[in-house]
């Protein structure tokens, strides 16, 4: 198994069902429980082991799901309400070696997730069709990100993760 991405990578075929959708917005919905439960019970000590070698400890996934869905949440709202604006791309790698990501306690994040998520959750099941056909402009790959496509991306993104930590939970036998 690739450590890196032990559910493979996203895949995306250009076209999205409504029934689909409601899938991964129903992934979306659930991930804070997710993160909860692969976490639970885990000792300091074992929050601060990485998932795979050079990768990130689980502290650092915990607060980079919250960052990153975050900053998806503030896409969503600039492409529903502006036409097709470009976002600011922000460093990930960079964001989880700053000292919240690096010994903040994990509840922090999981809390924000669960907030964050219910916010989230109601805006895209408010969405009409006509919505998710909107978009927004990455600055580094100069491509057109549809929400559609959006909303696959972060249902995959949250279940990737947790997988990293279920994962190590598995191999390690914690």
């Known amino acids: 198994m690739d450590l890196r991405y032990p559910i493979g990578k996203f895949e995306f075929t250009g076209e999205c069902s409504a029934a689909q959708r409601e899938q991964w917005i129903s992934e979306i919905e659930a991930l804070p429980v997710r993160v909860a439960a692969a976490v639970a019970g885990l000792t300091e000590e074992q929050l601060n082991l990485p998932y795979r070698d050079g990768g990130w400890t689980v502290r650092q996934v915990v607060h980079h799901l919250a960052d990153s869905h975050m900053n998806s949440l503030t896409r969503f709202k600039l492409a529903l309400t502006e036409d097709e604006p470009t976002i600011k791309p922000y460093y990930e790698d960079r964001w989880a070696e700053l000292e919240d990501s690096l010994s903040l306690d994990i509840e922090v994040s999981i809390t924000m997730l669960k907030s964050l998520h219910k916010r989230w959750v109601v805006l895209l099941k408010a969405m009409k069709e006509a919505d998710f056909e909107r978009s927004f402009i990455h600055p580094e ?34």
């Open 141 to 174: 790959s100069k491509k057109t990100i549809r929400l559609d496509y959006n909303v696959g991306l972060y249902a995959w993104h949250g279940k990737h993760h947790v997988a990293h930590i279920t994962s190590l939970r598995e191999r390690l036998s914690l």
